[in-house]
């Protein structure tokens, strides 16, 4: 019964090589997110969607850019992957009741190895 | 510029003592603070959190202590046990945000 789905666990891509990274949930969440962790850093906030609405951090380099086709699905796109993008991508989601019980819901991450 | 800050990378503990996880913040705006615990090849799960109102939230074998005025939280976990082994992240939010702030995390391990 797995609520997060990531796929896929494990990616490899080259430099400058568009990769796709996909997020599933079953949990009829409003908003889904996603995190960058590199290397013995914390989960850093990329963007996320509220529903259809997305939300982009002002930090996030324009190289990363998401899709939310339906309820279900989110994903990552990395148009053009560098070495310093080699990390941990995290996916969560949350009800978006944004209230003390709105907790968020993290699926097991896709490792991205950039060559 | 490190909002949350958790510095110790690691702590090693025998089965049945008490674990003491530390956090601080810089950010006076966070109003709430969670903990998540995080196995290897796993995401990380929820495991308790704290409203800036309160000073301490206890569930079970876990206590979160907040003092506000040194910027400060910690986590309490006793008795320990093997299975709580795992990397254990602070966060911080405010003001009902979406966004969890994160520190870098403190590895766990609970020695038989």
């Known amino acids: 019964d797995a609520m997060v789905i990531q796929n896929p666990r494990y990616q490899v891509t080259q430099f400058g090589k568009p990769v796709t990274l996909s997020c599933s949930q079953t949990?009829?969440?409003?908003?889904m997110y996603w995190y960058q962790q590199k290397s013995s850093q914390a989960p850093k906030l990329l963007f996320h969607?509220?529903?259809?609405?997305?939300?982009n951090e002002a930090d996030t380099p324009d190289n990363f850019q998401s899709r939310r086709p339906n309820t279900s699905f989110c994903f990552l796109d990395i148009r053009s992957p560098g070495l310093g993008d080699a990390a941990m991508y995290l996916c969560?989601?949350?009800?978006?009741?944004?209230?003390?019980?709105?907790?968020?819901?993290f699926g097991p991450g896709t490792r991205l190895t950039v060559l | 510029d490190q909002q949350v800050k958790q510095n110790s990378p690691s702590l090693s503990v025998q089965e049945g003592r008490i674990s003491i996880l530390n956090c601080d913040y810089t950010?006076?705006?966070?109003?709430?603070f969670l903990w998540y615990k995080k196995y290897p090849a796993e995401g990380p799960t929820f495991l308790i959190s704290?409203?800036?109102?309160?000073d301490k939230n206890e569930d079970g074998r876990f206590t979160v202590f907040l003092n506000k005025s040194a910027k400060h939280l910690s986590l309490h976990i006793v008795p320990s046990q093997p299975g709580d082994s795992a990397v254990y992240f602070c966060?911080?939010?405010?003001?009902?945000?979406?966004?969890?702030?994160f520190g870098k995390g403190t590895k766990l391990t609970v020695n038989p």
């Open positions: 949990l009829n969440h409003n908003v």
């Open positions: 704290i409203s800036s109102i309160k």
């Open positions: 969607y509220y529903d259809k609405d997305f939300n």
């Open positions: 950010n006076s705006m966070f109003d709430y």
């Open positions: 969560a989601t949350s009800r978006g009741t944004w209230g003390p019980t709105d907790t968020q819901y």
């Open positions: 966060a911080g939010t405010q003001g009902g945000s979406e966004k969890l702030v």
